[in-house]
C-alpha cells in the first residue's frame, strides 16, 4: 500500500511537535486507560496507545469489509443455533482441549434443561488483514471472527477525533477532513437497549461481566455511558460477584445483589485461567437464566477458531445459511486458507507441509486474546513434538497473511519516539438481535483499526503489542 505521509514520516521536528500535541488530545478525548500500576483506580490514568498518524486502508477493501458484516451476523446466529454442526465441529477438539470441553458441558446442559432465554443480542468483530499478493495487489482476509468480549468501540469511537486534529498540525487539513466518522459505542449500546426491551422489564438493569483487573474501563464506560443516557441502568460485576449474590427465580429469572438482569454483557469469560469451580458454576448460572446473555455459551463457540476452520470446507456455508447464495459468496471471498489438524491423511498432509514451511502458516490452538498462536521456528518445533499425537487436534493450520508494511510511529507512555515498519488489522462491529427465530436488528456498528510494528507476529492492544488507529482510505 502507498505509504500516505511520506513527507512528514521522517521530518523529526514536525513529528515531535505533532506527538505532543496527539497525546493531550487523546487525554482530552477520553482515549484512555488504567495504569498497570493501579487497574483498578481511576485516580492515575494514562492515554491508550495510538499512532501518531492514521493508516491507509485501500477503500475497496474497507467497503466490502462493512459489506460482508450482516452476513457474517447471520452466519454466527445460524451456527449458535445449530447443535449438530456445533457438536460434529468441535467433536475432536473437546478430547483434547478442556477449556473447549467445559465449555460444550455447559452448552449441552443448557440445551438439555430447555432454554429460557428467548432474546438473543449477539455482539462480534470480524477481523481482517489486507494481504498483499505478488502482483502488488491488496486482498481482504479474515483473521478471526470474535464473538465475545470484543473490545475498543468504546475508545476507537474517539480516535478519529485526535487523528484529525493531528493532520491539521501537520498541515494536512484536506486529509483531515476526509477522516471518517466512527462510533461502535453508540451501535453497540443500541444493540444491548433493543435487548433490553425486548426483555422486557423496565426494573432489570444491563450487568457488565468484568474482570478482576480493570484496565481497560474506559472502553466499557462509553458504551456504559450511552446506555445510562438511554436510562437503562448499568451494574458492573465479577464472576465472583455472580457466585456470592447470584440466584434464579422459579422462571429463571436472573437476580444478582437483588437486582433483575435483563442483559448480561460479558467483558470476561473467554479465557481458562479466569476460571476456578466457582466461576463456572456462576457462568452456569447465568447461561441457565432467562437473561440475555450477549454471547450466550452457543455464539462462544460459534467463534472458536475450529469453528472458523470448519466453516472454510467446500459445502459447510450452503448447508448452514440454505437459500443466501449471495452471503455465501461474500463471506467466502474473505476466507484465508484453513486446514484441520484432526487424527488422518488430511491433517498428516498438512502437518507435513507446514513442517517444512514453516513461514507459510499460522498454528492456532482454541485460545482468545492474543499471544497464544505460533509461528516459523516455533510452530516447527511444536508441530513435530505433537504431531503424531491427539494434542495435534486442539490447534488448526491457516495462511500467514502478508500485508504490505508502511512506516508510522506507535505513541506509547513512557516509550520513546520512534519510527516503526507497521502493519494493520481491520475490525468491522456487528450487532444483531434476535426474539424467538425473528432476526429483528442486524448490521454494522462501526470499526476499529489496530496496528501494530512488524517485529511482532502476534498479540492486540489490551496485550500491548498493537495500538488504536484510524483508517486512511485511499
Ligand atoms: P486471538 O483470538 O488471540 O486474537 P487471532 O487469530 O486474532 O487470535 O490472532 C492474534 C493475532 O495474530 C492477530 O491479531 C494477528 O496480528 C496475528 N495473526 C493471526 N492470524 C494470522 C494470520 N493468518 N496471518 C498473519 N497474522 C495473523
Ligand atoms: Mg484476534
New binding site residues.
Given amino acids: 500500500m502507498a505509504a500516505a505521509w511520506q513527507d512528514v514520516v521522517r521530518d523529526a521536528a514536525a513529528v515531535r511537535e505533532a506527538a505532543a500535541v496527539a497525546v493531550d488530545a487523546a487525554l482530552l478525548a477520553g482515549v484512555l486507560m488504567r495504569t498497570g500500576e493501579q487497574p483498578n483506580a481511576s485516580d492515575v490514568v494514562n492515554y491508550a496507545p495510538f499512532t501518531l498518524l492514521p493508516s491507509a486502508v485501500p477503500r475497496a477493501l474497507f467497503e466490502q469489509a462493512y459489506a460482508v458484516q450482516q452476513d457474517f451476523n447471520l452466519l454466527v446466529d445460524a451456527v449458535s443455533q445449530n447443535k449438530e454442526f456445533l457438536e460434529q465441529t468441535l467433536a475432536s477438539t473437546i478430547k483434547v482441549d478442556d477449556f473447549t470441553a467445559r465449555l460444550f458441558r455447559i452448552y449441552m446442559q443448557v440445551l438439555e434443561e430447555g432454554l429460557a432465554q428467548t432474546v438473543f443480542l449477539g455482539i462480534n468483530r470480524s ?1 481482517y ?1 489486507f494481504d498483499c499478493g505478488l502482483d502488488g495487489t491488496a486482498a481482504l ?1 479474515q ?2 471472527i ?1 464473538t465475545i468480549a470484543a473490545s475498543f468501540g468504546g475508545l476507537t469511537s474517539r480516535t478519529a477525533d485526535v487523528h484529525r486534529l493531528v493532520l491539521n498540525v501537520l498541515g494536512k487539513s484536506e486529509e483531515a477532513s476526509r477522516l471518517l466518522p466512527n462510533n461502535p459505542a453508540k451501535g453497540l449500546a443500541l444493540g444491548i437497549a433493543k435487548a433490553w426491551e425486548l426483555y422486557g422489564s423496565q426494573r432489570a438493569v444491563v450487568m457488565f461481566l468484568v474482570e478482576e483487573i480493570q484496565r481497560n474501563i474506559f472502553d466499557q464506560r462509553c458504551v456504559e455511558n450511552e446506555l445510562w443516557n438511554r436510562n437503562i441502568r448499568v451494574v458492573r460485576k465479577r464472576f465472583r460477584d455472580v457466585f456470592e449474590q447470584g440466584s434464579l427465580d422459579a422462571s429463571r429469572r436472573l437476580y444478582v445483589d437483588g437486582q433483575e438482569v435483563a442483559v448480561v454483557y460479558y467483558r470476561e469469560g473467554y479465557v481458562p485461567q479466569i476460571y476456578d469451580e466457582q466461576n463456572w458454576e456462576a457462568r452456569l448460572l447465568l447461561e441457565r437464566s432467562r437473561a440475555v446473555k450477549c454471547p450466550d455459551i452457543a455464539t462462544q463457540l460459534a467463534g472458536t ?1 475450529k469453528v472458523q476452520q470448519e466453516l472454510s470446507r467446500p459445502g459447510t456455508l450452503e448447508k448452514l445459511l440454505p437459500g443466501h447464495p449471495e452471503a455465501i459468496a461474500r463471506i467466502r471471498a474473505t476466507f ?1 486458507g484453513l486446514y484441520s489438524l484432526d487424527e488422518g491423511e488430511e491433517g498428516d498432509r498438512i502437518a507435513a507441509t507446514a513442517i517444512a514451511d514453516p513461514d507459510r ?2 498454528l ?1 490452538p482454541q ?7 505460533l ?1 516459523g521456528e516455533e510452530l516447527r518445533e511444536v508441530l513435530e513434538k505433537i504431531k503424531d499425537s491427539p494434542e495435534r487436534t486442539s490447534y488448526i493450520l ?6 504490505q508494511p508502511a512506516l508510522n510511529y506507535l505513541l506509547r507512555a513512557h516509550s520513546p519516539l520512534q519510527v516503526s515498519e507497521c ?1 494493520s ?1 481491520l475490525g468491522i462491529f456487528g450487532v444483531y438481535v434476535r426474539q424467538g427465530r425473528e432476526l429483528v436488528l442486524n448490521q454494522p456498528a462501526g470499526h476499529l483499526l ?1 496496528t ?1 510494528a512488524t517485529e ?5 492492544v489490551a ?1 500491548g ?2 495500538v488504536l488507529d484510524t483508517p486512511y482510505l485511499l
Avoid: L, Q, S, T
Fill in positions: 477481523d488483514m482476509r483473521i478471526e470474535n477458531k484465508a502458516f499460522v492456532k485460545r482468545e486474546g492474543g499471544g497464544n498462536n509461528y491457516m495462511d500467514k497473511i502478508k500485508p502493519i488489522e489496530r501494530k511482532h507476529a502476534d498479540g492486540g496485550a503489542v498493537a
